[in-house]
C-alpha cells in the first residue's frame, strides 16, 4: 500500500462545475498538507498548504484535512477552462529532520468550455 | 524574479552513458531538493540538501546516483551507467529553511534513456 493513494482520474467536468478531489494516507507522521497544479511540460505550483485539520480557503480554492480520517481533498468553485491540469497532493513528514515531500500519483482534470 | 532553473531541459542518452542535470536554485534558498516523476506518476523524493549537506539521500535508488552541492547553491545530478528505467522528469525545488516554507519547482529536466 503506498503512503498516499490518489485516484488518477482523468477528471472531465463542464465549465462553471464544483470539482472535488481527493486523497487518502496512512502515515499519521504527515503533519503538512499541500496541493499542486501541474500543467503539461511544467513544473508543480503550489496552491495551497495546510497544517491542521478544517478548512482553509483562498478564492476559488478550499483545502480540506480530516487528520482523524486521513483524507484531504480540494473543492475548486465555478471551474474554468484555465483550471485544467494535473492536481497533485502531497504531504510532509518532519521525523528525522527531513523535509522530503510525498505526493500523490495525481489527478489529471479537464474543464470543458 | 527568477525562479528555479533547471539544465538541460531535454536530454536523450544511450544506455551505459553518464550524465549530470543542474539546478540553479532561488537566491537565498538554502534548502534543495531533487525529484523524479514518471509518466503517470507523482514526483519521488530523490535527496534534500541543506546549504552544502545531503540532510537525507533516502530516495536514490541506488549508487548509480549521486548528487552535489559544493557552494551551498547549485546543485548537480550525477547519474552513471544510464538505465533505460532512469528515464523520468527530474525535478528540483528549493525552499527557505523552515517545515513551514514552500518549495518551488523548476520545470524539469526530461532524461531519455535509449
Known amino acids: 500500500q503506498k503512503e498516499v493513494e490518489q485516484d488518477p482520474g482523468p477528471l472531465s467536468v463542464p465549465e462553471g462545475a464544483i470539482v472535488s478531489l481527493n486523497c487518502t494516507y496512512s502515515?499519521?507522521?504527515?503533519?503538512?498538507f499541500m496541493w499542486y497544479r501541474q500543467y503539461s511540460r511544467k513544473g508543480p505550483e503550489l496552491l495551497m498548504y495546510?497544517?491542521?485539520?478544517g478548512n482553509k480557503e483562498d478564492g476559488r480554492f478550499t483545502a480540506q484535512v480530516d487528520k482523524s480520517s486521513k483524507y484531504i481533498s480540494l473543492f475548486i468553485r465555478d471551474s474554468q477552462p484555465s483550471d485544467s491540469a494535473t492536481y497533485l497532493c502531497?504531504?510532509?513528514?518532519?521525523?528525522?529532520?527531513?523535509?522530503?515531500?510525498?505526493f500523490g500519483k495525481g489527478t489529471k482534470l479537464t474543464v470543458n468550455p | 524574479g527568477a525562479g528555479v532553473s533547471q539544465t538541460p531541459s531535454n536530454k536523450v542518452t544511450e544506455k551505459g552513458k553518464y550524465v549530470e542535470l543542474r539546478c540553479d536554485p532561488i537566491?537565498?534558498?538554502?534548502?534543495l531538493y531533487w525529484y523524479r516523476q514518471s509518466l503517470g506518476q507523482g514526483p519521488e523524493f530523490l535527496i534534500y540538501?541543506?546549504?552544502?549537506?545531503?540532510?537525507?539521500d533516502s530516495g536514490l535508488p541506488n549508487d548509480r546516483f549521486f548528487a552535489v552541492r559544493p557552494e551551498g547553491s547549485v546543485s548537480t545530478l550525477k547519474i552513471q551507467r544510464t538505465e533505460r528505467g532512469d528515464s523520468a522528469v527530474y525535478l528540483c525545488?528549493?525552499?527557505?529553511?523552515?517545515?513551514?516554507?514552500?518549495?518551488?519547482f523548476g520545470p524539469g529536466t526530461r532524461l531519455t534513456v535509449l
Open positions: 495546510t497544517y491542521s485539520s
Open positions: 537566491s537565498g534558498h538554502t534548502a
Open positions: 502531497a504531504m510532509k513528514d518532519l521525523q528525522g529532520g527531513s523535509e522530503k515531500l510525498v
Open positions: 540538501f541543506q546549504g552544502t549537506g545531503a540532510a537525507d
Open positions: 502515515n499519521s507522521a504527515f503533519q503538512y
Open positions: 525545488a528549493s525552499s527557505l529553511f523552515g517545515s513551514y516554507n514552500e518549495q518551488f
